[in-house]
């Protein structure tokens, strides 16, 4: 069974900095990886999808990189804003015709001015 | 484009009282889905829909109904409210015919059951 994990839960760093968020996934036979935003009281917003052909995606200061035979991806944020601040979601979708897709439980992100 | 729009943003019920949260979008996406959001239990997938006329179980369907009538509507019914559905809800849709490519969300329900 697929287990998605989110490590740190929670990453407060000052303005400016760079900064690398984990997913680490269980089965390495991925369809696709994709990392969403949430802010509070909101919906999720797709910010980057990675296919499993893919080593990496990048859009504007966001960079995702994907490893399947380490089960592992990791989000780069580049100079980092208080705006940056929100929790920050992976979620793996399965291989296959029964593939799911699994979201992990999300780093939340503290930006300080 | 309104994108994807769920009715109401917040509703309190008591147990035992049916209602329905309405997802509705203007974006053509054949897929739509319906997720509950849990403190430590993350994101979970309740009913999903490939096209008008088709539905499927996710995870965690007990206690709820969906229907696809057409391609812009995907409403959720609670048959009978339980505290244990006391959640936030999502939908989302997503181009094509499965869940891999894209996903937009809603901005949620926030659904209460005393």
């Known amino acids: 069974k697929q287990e998605v994990t989110q490590i740190p839960a929670a990453l407060s760093v000052p303005e400016g900095e760079n900064l690398v968020l984990n997913c680490s996934f269980t089965d390495s036979a991925i369809y696709n990886l994709q990392w969403f935003r949430q802010d509070p009281g909101k919906g999720l917003t797709s910010l980057l999808l990675?296919?499993?052909?893919?080593r990496e995606q990048t859009s504007g200061r966001l960079n995702a990189s994907l490893d399947k035979s380490s089960g592992r991806s990791t989000l780069y944020i580049a100079a980092s804003q208080p705006g940056d601040s929100a929790t920050y979601l992976c979620?793996?979708?399965?291989?296959?015709?029964?593939?799911?897709?699994?979201f992990g439980q999300g780093t939340t992100l503290q930006v300080k001015p | 484009n309104a994108g994807v729009t769920q009715t109401p943003k917040f509703q309190v019920l008591k147990t035992g009282q049916s209602m329905t949260l309405q997802c509705a979008q203007d974006m053509n996406h054949e897929y739509m889905s319906w997720y509950r959001q849990d403190p430590g239990m993350g994101l979970r997938l309740i009913h999903y829909?490939?096209?008008?006329?088709?539905?499927d179980q996710g995870e965690v369907p007990n206690g709820y109904n969906v229907s696809r009538s057409t391609t812009e509507d995907f409403p959720l019914r609670l048959l009978s409210a339980a505290p244990s559905q006391t959640s936030v809800y999502f939908c989302a849709t997503s181009r094509g015919t499965k869940s891999t490519g894209e996903l937009f969300f809603g901005e949620g329900s926030r659904l209460t059951v005393l």
């Open positions: 979620a793996v979708h399965g291989s296959g015709n029964t593939g799911k897709l699994i």
């Open positions: 990675i296919q499993s052909s893919q």
């Open positions: 829909s490939v096209g008008a006329g088709i539905t």
